[in-house]
């Protein structure tokens, strides 16, 4: 089979079958402060006084034998968690299964606030016990399927499915049931994930971080606040790009952006793509090493925001992965 | 080794080393409806109309090669996900693995409303955008570590240890990374857990279902609602055991309840234990098959409320397994 940056797979390559042999699995925390809270509880039965830990970020790991050097953490996006993936809606291996049996250990985080790291709730009980305005209750976000249907992109709208899609739309149900609401408006500043994602990749002495969508832009924080660590940057249609004013911290750690289709059908997708364009393009002006692969460019098409729960998830996961065995490296200083 | 039904084993045993090979791993869903709601977001940048699933409950599985007849589902306490059964605090390794490892397929959940288990937020939204009064607000308990600390029984108060306590107190921060606040009053009446239990139970053609605390009560519910597919019921320190009048739907099935140590130090703990003892006789007296193991009754000392994590956590392990290998079945109907 022959690669160059921009050719595509002829074909999507097999789900790999067969047992998958570990070395090791496990799961922790990174990070996390202690508050002290009046509201803890709502009932005598339970002491509303008390210490709660919130701000971590749950992680779990599984590593291949015969590991590839830099492991792979994977970062879910708006409303979803870790689950986004493990197995697709439609039952078929997800990128964490994938990469794992393509030899990289992978690292699936759920952000602080979401999934299994912490809430802080005591805000919600103050409020409930007349102890404080519901003007102080947090900022809270569910998204509704049909709002996520065009944000996600599996047609223009609810319930129409683009007649191409990759996505599994059949079974949007197994979808649905992944979201959950997003605290991340009541979160501090910086965003504690970001913190978080940092002492990771110190701790793991060198990880690729893979982001998508809402949490696209979080491995450029991450690295504006410290590069150590970092091997190379994989973003998945970043709700946002860094402006290419601050691509200096990031000139010494390979970025790739990745888009799917129907970009220019959506007012809210057509802006990012055209700034992660430019961001691509300061970034490799100022000496760095940048790559925005268009699906559609290599002749791929169909692919929804969700592609790594796509039909030919793996077909856009070996071009991601071939890419890493190219680039990711011990991170240099920004110059 | 000799084992009768209540000699322990001689001593813990070793951590098992070496590769880990699956067949199969993944997750999916079970259950969750749909509710339409108009105040899923607080700002205009997303829709506030749209229809959210919540009540679904997650679940991550591991099958290992010649696994046997029935898996394990591992369902969670209080203020904890999933995560109780993973790694330890302290970094060893938890009764997943363990399980896993000695040849049972596992399944781990999230609470329905917990973890990566959808919650409902548009209620606090309602009362943030004016729309409802405060009083409508979820009711939501977080538990501080002062409070767990005596929950958990690992010493008389926080932050007194027993001399013989078999938590890893010096790892306590990782515990209290894990614990996440709990939603399950806020949830519709009956817990859609139990009714997920048994859906799951079903889908796997049996189960073994090993609860914990809060959730201790959930698998003789799930038996009240239908015994299909419980091969076994382990209840680790139950909240609360079915009373005495209500053994009928489980004469069927094999049932463990499991308590550790320093239980009459305690007037939370005390009367449970003696509830769950009378539970058992009538459970027994009515043609059941049920057992109470208590481990200072077989000379094992110190265990807290979380003996998942305990230092000695693969000696009850291997208590509990040898316990699912002598009594696991396809269950018979209550009589």
Not at 113 to 129: P, Q, Y
Not at 242 to 251: E, R, S
């Amino acid at each position: 089979m022959f690669h160059t940056a921009h050719a595509a797979p002829a074909q999507a390559p097999k789900t790999p079958t067969g047992p998958l042999t570990l070395s090791a699995q496990g799961s922790f925390f990174i990070g996390g402060r202690d508050v002290t809270s009046d509201t803890l509880s709502l009932t005598p039965k339970y002491d509303a006084h008390g210490t709660v830990t919130v701000d971590q970020m749950y992680v779990r790991y599984q590593i291949p034998q015969r590991a590839k050097r830099y492991p792979i953490t994977l970062i879910h996006g708006c409303c979803l968690t870790g689950m986004t993936w493990e197995t697709t809606p439609d039952g078929r291996m997800g990128w964490e299964e994938y990469f794992l049996r393509k030899g990289y250990a992978t690292y699936v985080i759920d952000q602080s606030g979401r999934g299994r790291s912490a809430t802080d709730i005591s805000a919600i009980n103050a409020v409930k016990l007349g102890k404080a305005p519901p003007s102080t209750l947090p900022d809270l976000f569910a998204a509704g399927h049909e709002a996520a249907w065009a944000i996600f992109r599996f047609g223009p709208r609810y319930p129409e499915a683009f007649k191409d899609t990759q996505f599994p739309v059949q079974a949007q149900a197994g979808l649905w049931q992944q979201m959950v609401p997003d605290w991340l408006a009541s979160l501090p500043t910086p965003n504690p994930t970001v913190a978080n994602l940092s002492k990771l990749a110190i701790k793991l002495g060198g990880t690729v971080l893979l982001s998508h969508s809402q949490s696209g832009i979080y491995p450029f924080q991450t690295a504006a606040m410290n590069t150590q660590g970092i091997a190379a940057i994989v973003s998945v249609e970043p709700g946002e790009c860094p402006k290419p004013g601050d691509v200096q911290p990031l000139t010494g750690i390979p970025v790739l952006v990745v888009f799917g289709d129907h970009i220019e059908e959506f007012p809210r997708w057509a802006p990012r793509l055209k700034a992660c364009h430019a961001f691509i393009d300061a970034l490799n002006a100022a000496g760095g090493k940048g790559q925005l692969m268009s699906l559609p460019a290599l002749g791929i098409h169909g692919n929804s925001h969700m592609m790594m729960q796509d039909k030919n998830n793996l077909q856009v996961a070996d071009l991601i992965l071939d890419w890493i065995a190219r680039n990711a490296r011990a991170p240099r200083r920004g110059r």
